[in-house]
């Protein structure tokens, strides 16, 4: 089984879907620096040693008039002293060309679900040599996401995480199938439940998405209790005025309570399982 640890001592973060759980947080875009580094001490103040996430490109936003992030280079200088802070960083990339420059400042490089397939983009991502996401598209099988990691471990990168984000079902909808979390562990790869935008309403709201966040800790319960790596989850102290992707975002005071509730089912899954082994 493979374990993917990234960050330093002496908080490192491991990801493996025998170990405690790890946790990514943060909001979906980078609002400016001053934001970005308040967040990430406050979620380091609730939930102790965690992987900090924001874009800073969305490039595939609803709407062409819809707030995009700050851009590569501004984005990767405020990710940087984040980073500098103390906090490892996840950030997603969306072209080839993007990946080594990103490396500078992430230490997860994240692969979007709408471009899970594109071996131009793993292969890239793969080089760095930093631990690479992959989303698990809305649109590809459980079993299929097998493929996008063999692009990147061609690269002799084996540092892969896969995180499952819910499926097309209709129109403007998700579904969570919870078998496809252990039928993506299979892989050996740790396996990562994306808590918000899988209560995600793609376009549901016209020009942008809309979501359903009373369900964030009801999928995120039955997602821990299967036995996985980590929860991946945008959280904003003001999901009602965030720039992107509110509408699916846990309020931080939230935050805390959730972790208290999730952890505790992780401890006793995991525990379960060592004493059943």
Known sequence: MTRVVVGTEPHPITFSNDKPLAL???PCVIESEEHVLWLAKNIGSIAGPYVFKASFDKANRSSVNSYRGPGLQEGVRILKAVRDYGVPVLTDIHEPAQAEIAAEAADILQI??????????LVEAGKTGRAVNIKKGQFVAPHDIARA?????????????????????GYNNLVVDMRALKIMAATGYPVVF??????????????V???????IEPLARAATAIGIAGIFLETHQDPSNALSDGANALRLDLLAGFLQRIRAIDQLVKTSQIQGS
């Open 149 to 169: 990691a063999e692009k990147v471990a061609s690269t002799g990168n084996d540092r892969i995480i896969l995180t499952e984000r819910g499926s097309s079902f």
């Open 194 to 207: 994306d808590a918000t935008h899988s209560v995600q309403l793609p376009g549901a709201a016209g020009s």
């Open 209 to 215: 998405s809309g979501g359903q966040p009373e369900f």
């Open 112 to 121: 979007p679900a709408f471009l899970c397939r594109q071996t131009d983009l």
């Open 24 to 26: 990514i947080a943060g």
